[in-house]
């Protein structure tokens, strides 16, 4: 095998040093040797040298591995949904070089011996994999979870994703441990008495079908409650998958008095509306559920303007078992991972989003998020890159899926652009095959 790589005149973007420019990068020791300006590098550049792999990436994109912070790889307790080892190989599907899995496993993530279970998986993953620690026990809201230990065993964020933290005085504390081991609090954002039985985005839809909705002031008001405390104990609040304007408008305003509080949004709650649900599609039931087209232009703009600044998949594969049953008792949730990519670049050719924020929201932004050492390209750093086909067409196919499940609205739709290459420390974990 090759010890050393090279990647040759491909359109580098790396909005983290504000670097965009066809240039050489050098990689040695999977780590990024040197990057020159294809126009200006005089160094040979010959195939068939002993140890030396060259990638022409003349007329393709190349950026910082992408990292996905928000992703459920059901082991253990639910591998027949996916696995580390599956959903790894999804994520690199999707040009991801990091992941970081949530809490909701079976048993959950809340001690150290999940922790190091699915760190030990992790080691024989394709890509970077980094667990999440719940905040309660059990996920029930009743006691906190040992932070410092889920940290010491690899834990690098804590969240109850799947069901929020509804004592305050517990998500007080919460925020108050986690600053001091130095790591977020992911907040799944409802207020369960204003969900209550209810399926999908409260509205004109939900109406005509005859379907119980969810107002967006279920979300608002925990985000709402969750920015007060982030305000009181100085915690770092991490708002995952944004999907109303309300909430837009509340982290805007928090970040502006300097609350220290980020937020993400996921593909699908800027591409679909809650018209999605029409024909009880439960490809298309998700929580938070899709919004109105009001919230999804919402949500662009607070993503174009930086208020929310990451994309996260939510990737949450589920079995037919799961999904082809009726509406209301389907679970919610969908795959993500492998289509994330296309759907952000679609806002960039429709305008609404420059290809450097884009990239910016799947690499820098939400490692900055977090607080880990990748999403970038830089002398020295890991050589995690995605090699991207801007130009490519592609249908999406449920039996070309990586994941090991299928529950995805997207199956059929026609896609721009597409990942052609995936590398992690410098070897390749993903190849197009076409």
């Known amino acids: 095998m090759a010890n050393r790589l090279v990647i040759k005149n491909g359109r580098v973007l790396d909005p983290s040093t504000g670097l965009d420019e066809v240039s050489n990068i050098y990689i040695m020791g999977g780590r990024v040797a040197s990057i020159k300006a294809s126009a200006s ?3 040979p550049l010959e195939e068939g040298v002993e140890g030396l792999d060259i990638i022409d990436a003349t007329g393709k994109l190349v950026t910082p591995g992408l990292v996905d912070i928000h992703t459920h790889l059901r082991e253990p307790g639910f591998e027949y949904k996916e696995t580390v080892q599956s959903g790894s190989q999804a994520a690199a599907a999707g040009g991801f070089t990091t992941i970081l899995c949530m809490a909701n496993t079976e048993p959950v993530n809340d001690n150290q011996s999940v922790t190091r279970y699915i760190t030990n998986k992790a080691e024989s993953a394709p890509v970077h994999v980094y667990p999440i620690g719940a905040v309660s026990v059990g996920l ?16 690098v964020a804590f969240s109850d994703d799947g069901m929020p933290v509804q004592d305050s005085g517990l998500m007080r504390r919460a925020l108050e441990y986690s600053a001091g081991v130095g790591a977020a609090v992911i907040t799944h954002a409802e207020e369960p008495e204003l969900v209550r039985d209810g399926v999908m985005n409260e509205g ?17 008001s925990m985000i709402a409650r969750d920015i007060m405390l982030a305000e009181l104990t100085g915690g770092h609040l991490h708002v995952a998958h944004v999907s109303t304007r309300g909430g837009v408008e509340l982290v805007r305003a928090a970040r502006t008095r300097g609350v220290n509080v980020t937020a993400e949004v996921a593909p699908h709650h800027i591409t679909l509306t809650d018209s999605s649900v029409e024909g009880y599609d439960t490809d298309a039931k998700m929580n938070p559920p899709l919004r109105s087209s009001a919230d999804v232009d919402a949500l662009i703009d607070g993503l174009a303007d930086g208020t ?18 009726e509406f209301a008792t389907a679970a919610n949730g969908i795959i993500g991972l492998e289509t994330a990519f296309s759907l952000v670049y679609g806002l960039v050719l429709d305008g609404k989003l420059t290809l450097a924020r884009a990239v910016e929201a ?16 830089r002398v020295g750093g890991p050589a995690d890159i995605a090699i991207i086909d801007l130009g490519a067409e592609w249908t999406v196919e449920a039996d070309k899926i990586v994941s090991k499940s299928k529950n995805s609205p997207y199956i059929g739709a026609k896609m721009k652009a597409r990942v052609e290459r995936t590398i992690v420390g410098g070897k390749t974990v993903f190849t197009l095959s076409e």
């Open 362 to 377: 799947m690499t820098a932004s939400p490692a900055k998020a977090i607080g880990l050492n990748c999403g970038f390209l």
């Open 140 to 155: 029930k809201g009743k006691c906190l979870t040992e932070m410092g230990e889920l940290k010491e065993a690899g834990c």
């Open 308 to 325: 929310i600044g990451s994309v996260a998949t939510d990737h949450a594969p589920h079995s037919v078992i799961e999904k082809d049953v």
């Open 204 to 220: 004109a839809v939900s109406t005509r079908l005859g379907l119980p909705g969810i107002p967006n002031a279920a979300e608002d």
């Open 41 to 43: 590098d005089d160094s």
